[in-house]
């Protein structure tokens, strides 16, 4: 009996691990998605910086727009990446701690 209850625990904490995997694997993906956001951020205020006129295009239109404003869009888009970066990095650093003490558990 004692031996199908330790082999249930083990199997739970690799499931356990599995799917620790794929959250991981997602993780990634987002973290992919934020840094190049945050890339074309930064890009962007790089053009603005060298720019006069600025255009914001806004569903099928091109308006000119405030450079100093959009600046400061861009700043904060890019501060609120940051923090979901940082976020997502807490979480995989999380996710690696708990998956390598389930792995000590297992084997």
């Given at each position: ?44 205020k790089?053009?603005?910086e ?27 888009k ?30």
């Amino acid at each position: 009996m004692k031996d199908k209850s330790e082999s249930g625990k083990k199997q739970n904490k690799i499931q356990e691990v599995q799917i620790i995997e794929q959250n991981l694997q997602n993780l990634l993906l987002q973290k992919q998605a934020f840094q190049m956001e945050i890339s074309e951020t930064k890009a962007a205020k790089k053009e603005i910086e060298k720019s006069e006129d600025i255009f914001k295009i806004i569903g099928q239109l091109m308006i000119k727009t405030d450079k100093e404003k959009t600046m400061e869009e861009l700043m904060n888009k890019e501060k609120i990446l940051d923090l979901r970066m940082k976020s997502i990095e807490k979480q995989e650093a999380s996710l690696i701690e708990r998956s390598e003490n389930l792995k000590k558990d297992i084997f």
